[in-house]
């Protein structure tokens, strides 16, 4: 059974760091393209970093992968408020894209 569980999330500062975890079973982290999407209040929902299978990486903030506990991080400094969201990670398998339930994060003083 395929799962995605996030946690990390939480309330920062203007110019802090967050890292987020993504805690995946059913499937290997290093088979399927892996990141993060974000949706703050009433907007859709956004692209904000993927990693691929062969571990090519691209996106606004870190996004890295541990094969060992078959997890996906996402690596965010220097937030602002406009960092605010739900992030939210995603897998995309042969039947599709999964989701996660989402972690909020909130950036503000």
């Known amino acids: 059974q395929v799962q995605l569980v996030e946690s990390g999330g939480g309330l920062v500062q203007p110019g802090g760091s967050l890292r987020l975890s993504c805690s995946a079973s059913g499937f290997a982290v290093s088979d399927y393209r892996m990141g993060w999407y974000r949706q703050g209040s009433g907007n859709m929902r956004d692209w904000v970093a993927d990693?691929?299978?062969?571990?090519t990486v691209q996106g606004r903030f870190s996004v890295s992968r541990d094969t060992s506990k078959n997890m996906v991080y996402l690596q965010m400094n220097n937030l602002s408020p406009q960092d605010t969201a739900v992030y939210f990670c995603f897998v995309d398998l042969q039947l599709g894209r999964f989701w996660g339930q989402g972690t909020q994060v909130t950036v503000s003083s």
């Open positions: 990693i691929d299978s062969d571990g």
